[in-house]
């Protein structure tokens, strides 16, 4: 997986478009962007004069959390309509590995399904809006909640129309085009019997519903291995199994507009504007050289600045994609320049991209707490420990390959440390702000979010000016939003697919399965582990989460994990699926980025996955690494 998925190698340069590199040629329409940067700054600008305004009058502004979760719908589709245009959706990214010959006609086969789904979608979302023009839901200032799910029909349809454009060659895009056309009857029907009730059951090849099984299924998870997007693929599942159920297409953008009622959703969205912003300005020259002035004395101290550095770097962005296209045109040659080998600076920049995921502000954290219903700032505190370990085991593993290597070893100067520690003070003070914002009851989880893109914003605009409000700011804000819409777009349709999940009973008949094949707590989780690892290199991890979480949460409360433990070590194993062989998403990314081959990259992060794999295994078998923190702090 890649987010967002890079399609050249590069040598030297990360690609265009990462975070803090020149500008990327933008994608969709002006007027998307714009809305984009509008709705944005609306987002952070609510939430935050919420907090500010309950703090000083006792109450706050009236509609301002309702009307965030719903423009984060808006962010999620004109951030999905981008993604589309530019080819930034969440996917395998095994197009590359084909033959030449065989490139185009992959293409052109993911182009066919991304079009023919979005355009159901449209029609499903056409559905669903007309049914619910009749509802009288309002929101402050007696604004219907329907307007908002117009977005979601419009924005189908354009991804449907981008989806011929993608086809690489004119009779793909022809090909394309008819399947477009084939919704489209069926989008007039409704249209003009809008005023009129939805059809009941299936209204698209009433009747065939058995003949669709199999088919498309088969083209799916080809559609899926052969690198289309993978919210088409989940969209397309969802709707397969829906319509062969006998439910309304319609239930599936009906569960993607149910994200808008999660109160913590748009944390999501947030949070990942501050973490691109910081990442745009300087703030990783000022993470380097900071831990470098404190760490660098020690044996194999760049190798231990390095894991600490990108766990911190994670932790902002909540993507280790991020982390790996900003920082590793930095340390990988700075770790070469050293003395350490070319093979372990490799593997461990890669391994390092996915450290930091247990921290706050982590956006998967945040996530899974949203999805299985566990408390998240007890999920955070569950996490340090853990997260730490991982980080300590890799970095011991830096410091015996620099002694080694004989890396130098510089003197440590306590007024350089002092100078460079209070460069990035500022960077720093992000998640430090989330935590107290929250932890004090200052504000709530998505009002942090937003004190703490605010605080990002003004610190790289204002403070250290590495970031032009005009020139730069806009482009940042809407990079940002892409990797949001591909997630946002992700969550709603991998929702519609836990919908069927549950309304068939799945979760009880996997729980029953369990109970008579699994009997003790350590044989579950050493299953769940393996499961996990595997499921984790080929998801990307949103998607696992929206999907797995629902179904393996309840087992663990039938073997007795404490939920929080739970959420740990789930998160946990997704991390190490970074790097495990053959689609780990780190291992494509530093491909594409390093411009090296893959079968070195399994080689180089083996190691690193050895020992991160002891880290999940005394988290998974030692559960008071995570409730330890728990039980002291909250007392339970």
């Not at 919908?499 to 003790?520: G, K, N």
């Amino acid at each position: 997986m890649a987010e967002p998925r890079p399609t050249e190698p590069a040598s030297s340069a990360p690609p265009a478009g990462a975070p803090g590199t020149a500008q990327e040629k933008p994608g969709g329409t002006a007027l998307e962007r714009w809305a984009l940067v509008a709705i944005v700054l609306a987002m952070v600008l609510l939430p935050t004069a919420e907090a500010v305004w309950r703090r000083m009058t006792g109450s706050g502004v009236p509609g301002a959390a309702v009307y965030t979760q719903h423009l984060t719908l808006w962010v999620g589709f004109l951030g999905a309509m981008l993604a589309t245009a530019t080819g930034h959706h969440l996917a395998l990214s095994t197009v590359d590995l084909l033959p030449p010959r065989l490139r185009d006609l992959a293409r052109a086969f993911g182009s066919a399904v991304t079009t023919l789904v979005c355009a159901v979608l449209a029609y499903a979302s056409l559905d669903m809006l007309l049914a619910d023009r009749s509802r009288v839901d309002t929101l402050a200032g007696g604004v219907p909640e329907w307007w908002f799910e117009i977005i979601m029909p419009v924005g189908f349809a354009i991804m449907a129309l981008r989806g011929v454009r993608m086809a690489p060659t004119f009779r793909a895009r022809i090909f394309c085009a008819v399947l477009a056309l084939l919704v489209l009857p069926f989008v007039v029907s409704r249209i003009v019997g809008g005023f009129l009730p939805a059809p009941d059951g299936p209204t698209l090849l009433s009747g065939h519903t058995g003949l669709l099984a199999w088919p498309g299924s088969l083209l799916l998870f080809a559609s899926f291995l052969l690198g289309a997007p993978v919210f088409v693929v989940m969209a397309g599942f969802a709707l397969l199994l829906f319509f062969l159920a006998g439910t309304p297409v319609a239930s599936v953008p009906a569960e993607t507009f149910r994200l808008v009622i999660s109160p913590t959703l748009p944390a999501i969205p947030l949070l990942t504007v501050a973490g691109y912003v910081l990442a745009e300005g300087g703030a990783s020259q000022r993470l380097v050289r900071a831990a470098q002035s404190v760490f660098g004395w020690m044996p194999g101290g760049l190798a231990v600045v390095a894991a600490f550095v990108c766990a911190i770097f994670t932790t902002f962005t909540g993507a280790s994609g991020v982390t790996i296209l900003a920082l590793g045109g930095i340390i990988l040659p700075a770790l070469v320049r050293e003395g350490y080998p070319e093979g372990f600076s490799l593997g461990l920049v890669t391994a390092s991209g996915s450290l930091g995921l247990l921290f706050p502000p982590s956006l998967p954290v945040i996530l899974y707490g949203v999805v299985a219903g566990v408390a998240i700032d007890h999920l955070y505190l569950g996490g340090l420990v853990p997260g730490l370990l991982m980080i300590i085991l890799v970095a011991s593993y830096g410091v015996l390959v620099g002694v080694r290597s004989k890396a130098p070893r510089p003197r440590f100067d306590a007024r350089d440390a002092l100078k460079a520690a209070w460069g990035a003070k500022w960077d720093l003070g992000l998640p430090v702000l989330v935590i107290v914002s929250v932890a004090s009851g200052f504000a709530t989880i998505v009002e942090s979010a937003a004190l703490g893109s605010a605080y990002a914003i003004i610190v790289e605009v204002a403070v250290h000016r590495d970031v032009h409000p005009i020139r730069d700011l806009p482009r940042v804000l809407v990079h940002a939003s892409t990797l949001v819409g591909s997630v946002v777009i992700l969550l709603g349709v991998a929702l519609g697919m836990t919908s069927y999940f549950v309304d068939a009973e799945i979760p009880a008949m996997l729980l029953a399965w369990a109970q008579m094949h699994i009997h003790t707590q350590w044989e579950f989780l050493l299953a769940l582990n393996l499961m996990l690892l595997v499921l984790g290199s080929v998801l990307e991890i949103y998607s696992a989460i929206v999907v797995l979480a629902p179904l393996v949460a309840p087992l663990g409360v039938a073997f007795g994990v404490e939920p929080v433990h739970m959420g740990v070590v789930f998160l946990a194993n997704l991390e190490l699926g970074f790097l495990f062989p053959p689609m780990g998403l780190n291992l494509f990314l530093s491909a594409s980025r390093f411009g090296k081959p893959l079968p070195l990259l399994y080689r180089k992060a083996l190691p690193f996955l050895l020992i991160m794999s002891l880290g999940v295994l005394l988290i998974t078998y030692v559960p008071a690494i995570t409730t330890g923190v728990v039980y002291l702090v909250k007392g339970r």
